[in-house]
């Protein structure tokens, strides 16, 4: 198969708009990452079956959009910011693959934005840090930082901590206004039936259709291969999304600041 191409440049590929220093497109795009996993649910309207198309090589991978660009510029800001209200040291690891842990789950991988590695009454304490930066559509007189975790960070939160054997996450949003911290657990309950659907979407529907297409000359993925086409959300979907609202529930609010001043 072969990509389906604009043919012309787009403005968000410049450099300047890019990550500081995640660099791992060419890592990422065999691999189902933490930050895909909500859309491998279900969550999101139409992006499952996106996503599938992305994974199979039908259509080119997400390669950003104005929200995620100002993402890229202001997350430099941002971890600034966290490291003067914390007083943490963020460390920048590679990108990780499940894999190296467990045989056989080298198709999951993560790109955290930073561990943290503290000790607490002598004992080590290992953390991992994301960074959100929400756009809101480009009005920024909307920017308050957010008072609760959406739901849909809550797959990503869990694979992040999971794949880079961290205890808990401290997850820190940041706006032109003000920044909120808060800190999530890990929840093994939860990445099991996370897992088991993730496992359902890669090798029950990316992999077959794969080798597939890398055998024939596939033109139209989604007749053609309709048989692997994954539903638009997984049988297990709203199941995940009520246990997404108790991870959310049990997490702390640790600040919340807007114009410099704290708010309880």
């Not at 992006?47 to 660009?69: H, V």
């Not at 202001?74 to 600034?80: G, N, Q, R, V, Y």
């Not at 930066?133 to 901590?161: E, H």
Request: aromatic share 12%.
């Amino acid at each position: 198969m072969r990509f389906a191409s604009s043919g012309g440049y787009s403005v968000l590929h410049s450099s300047g708009l890019q990550h500081w220093f995640k660099n791992w497109q060419g890592l990422r795009k065999h691999k189902l990452t933490a930050s895909t996993f909500a859309a491998a649910v279900g969550f999101f309207h139409r992006r499952r079956l996106q996503l599938w198309l992305e994974k199979i090589g039908a259509i080119e991978p997400f390669s950003g959009n104005l929200a995620t660009c100002w993402s890229n510029i202001k997350e430099e800001e941002a971890l600034e910011r966290y490291k003067l209200i914390t007083g943490n040291s963020v460390l920048f690891p590679e990108f990780q693959v499940y894999g190296n842990r467990n045989a056989g789950d080298d198709w999951l991988g993560a790109s955290p934005d930073g561990v943290v590695d503290r000790l607490v009454y002598g004992l080590p304490s290992r953390g991992v840090l994301e960074i959100k930066c929400p756009f809101f559509d480009g009005n920024m007189k909307k920017a308050t930082p957010w008072s609760r975790i959406p739901l849909y960070c809550v797959p990503q939160a869990q694979g992040l901590m999971e794949i880079l054997d961290r205890d808990w996450m401290d997850f820190y949003v940041w706006t032109p206004k003000g920044s909120s911290l808060f800190r999530v657990y890990r929840d093994a309950e939860y990445w099991d039936v996370l897992k088991m659907v993730l496992s359902d979407f890669w090798w029950n529907h990316v992999q077959p259709a794969r080798e597939i297409c890398s055998k024939s000359q596939i033109t139209d993925p989604l007749l053609e291969l309709r048989s692997l086409k994954p539903a638009p959300r997984h049988e297990m979907c709203s199941y995940i999304v009520y246990e997404s609202k108790r991870v959310v529930d049990s997490s702390k609010l640790l600040m919340r600041e807007i114009n410099g001043k704290l708010i309880n």
